[in-house]
């Protein structure tokens, strides 16, 4: 069965640092691509980073980077020069291709998510 | 990025009455829409998948008599939660995919409903 974890309820962080947030994930399917969102208290789903299952190289976009350890199941997003605005909850998710383990293509699974709370 | 809009954003119905949420794609035809259940500081739940013209298949522990879906058209789907309760109260939100779409691709999601019974 597919399952997605986040263990860290809550992090914080002071203004300008680095932080990680941790994502392990268990499937026995060769495909599969993972997500990070993140959710602020208004409530919407903002996209943040992709990396798939096949990808050689870690995702990056911008501040965000994804430390993508294929053989250790885990989807780490860091996130540089942590900034007041970045204070929100974080959502790792999977999403399958078709039919692989039952599940529908464009379904995503999520983790259960950290709130991150950025201090000046 | 592809556009979803979904409505009302907030609402406060009383008990034993039925809320509508609607979701709409406003510049792509969104051949399959998700609809998700997020209780405070929770993870989002699935709770069915709508293919255009065709029924919605529904998660296991999601009553299809109370949470009525129907995604009739390539733009719309909605929501009907039936007879609602306070224990239905959460924020409900819905993605949408467009046919074709590669693994890559991120969902788009509406800005989600929050409902209160009362």
Redo the contacts between chains.
Sequence with gaps: AQKITQTQPGMFVQEKEAVTLDCTYDTSDP???L?WYKQPS????I?LI?Q?SYDQQNATEGRYSLNFQKARKSANLVISASQLGDSA?Y?CAM?F?HNAGGT??????????T?LTVHP | GAVVSQHPSWVICKSGTSVKIECRSLDFQATTMFWYRQFPKQSLMLMATSNEGSKATYEQGVEKDKFLINHASLTLSTLTVTSAHPEDSSFYICSAREGGQSMNTEAFFGQGTRLTVV
């Design positions: 495909s599969y691509g997500f208004s409530g919407e789903m996209f992709y798939g909850m959502f999403k291709p529908s293509y464009g379904k995503l699974t999520f983790g259960q998510g709130i």
